[in-house]
């Protein structure tokens, strides 16, 4: 398993799996261990992953500084990354959480990404509202599902502010394309694979400034995808259109029939967009 130092001192490590160009891959959660990405729907044949681990989480070492967890404090970890890799750019893949440190990363240095891919991304680092009907909305294209009935009265508690116990685990089903025994295998390794201290704190005051990312988004000079799941309540894809739309060259794919983890749930389309965006077939 390959290592390396991030500038205060913590061992990072990073595993490498598949064939071609490379692809820096930075796991959601917040704060999950990347082993979840897995060879992100057969990516592997088209392009050598790197998933790092972030700080705390899988073979990384935990942190003597707390606050180092903030999102903003681990873009220098990407950069480390980079360098121990030897590379004068790097594309880039960010999921879910994620995707915050991966435009951190792109607004902090600019010239040292060659293509963005933003894959069902967190909206914290932009400040893109998500409102209740947005996620409702999405939710009732599930509405033929024998679990809808309670998994979307759930939801709308959730997002009216008053949640009780139970209703995030009922609303589960509503961020995979099918909810069945692999899917809750996948959820349930979830807890196990998150740091959730570091969590914690991924998100605490100061780690965004989303004025001056969307600033500094504005012009920045690569390409960039947004991939949106048809069915993913957590990044709908009225607001995934809206987030390309911060990027002076992007474009927005939404992908049918899919949820928070579109490589999972079909992973042939996935792999098909992401391997055209990455070669430059896509529109830019």
């Known amino acids: 398993m390959p290592a390396f130092t991030a500038p205060d001192g ?54 003597e500084d707390a606050a180092s967890y903030r999102c903003d404090r681990q873009v220098e970890d990407v950069e480390a990354l980079r360098e121990e890799l030897g590379l004068e750019r790097l594309d880039l893949l960010g999921h879910s959480a994620g995707a915050n440190l991966a435009v951190l990363y792109a607004a902090r240095h600019p010239a040292r990404v060659g293509r963005l891919a933003l894959v069902t991304p967190s909206v914290f680092a932009v ?53 069945d025994d692999e899917a809750r295998a996948f959820r349930a390794a979830e807890e196990q694979q998150r740091n959730g201290d570091a969590a914690a704190r991924y998100a605490s005051d100061g780690a965004f400034d989303p004025g001056a990312t969307r600033t500094a988004l504005s012009a920045f000079p690569s390409p960039v995808l947004v991939l949106a799941g048809e069915y993913d309540v957590a990044a709908p894809a009225r607001v995934m259109k809206e987030y390309a739309g911060l990027f002076p060259r992007s474009e927005a794919v939404v992908q049918s029939g899919v949820g928070h983890f579109p490589w999972r749930d079909d992973p042939g389309p996935f792999v098909a967009a992401l391997v055209a965006f990455l070669d430059g077939v896509s529109s830019p």
């Not at 490498?16 to 990347?34: I, K, T």
């Open 10 to 63: 913590t061992t990072l490590a990073y595993h490498v799996a598949g064939d071609g160009p490379p692809l820096v891959c930075l796991p959601g959660g917040p704060m999950q261990d990347s082993v979840y990405l897995g060879e992100l729907g057969g990516l592997t044949a088209h392009r050598t992953l790197i998933r790092l681990d972030l700080r705390g989480t899988g073979r990384s070492a935990v942190s």
């Open 127 to 179: 400040g893109l509202d998500i409102t209740a009907e947005d996620r409702l909305e999405t939710a009732r294209l599930r509405r033929d599902e024998p679990w809808f009935a309670p998994a979307y009265a759930s939801l709308e508690a959730i997002t009216a502010g008053r949640a009780a116990d139970g209703d995030w685990a009922a609303v589960a089903p509503f961020w995979y394309g099918r909810w």
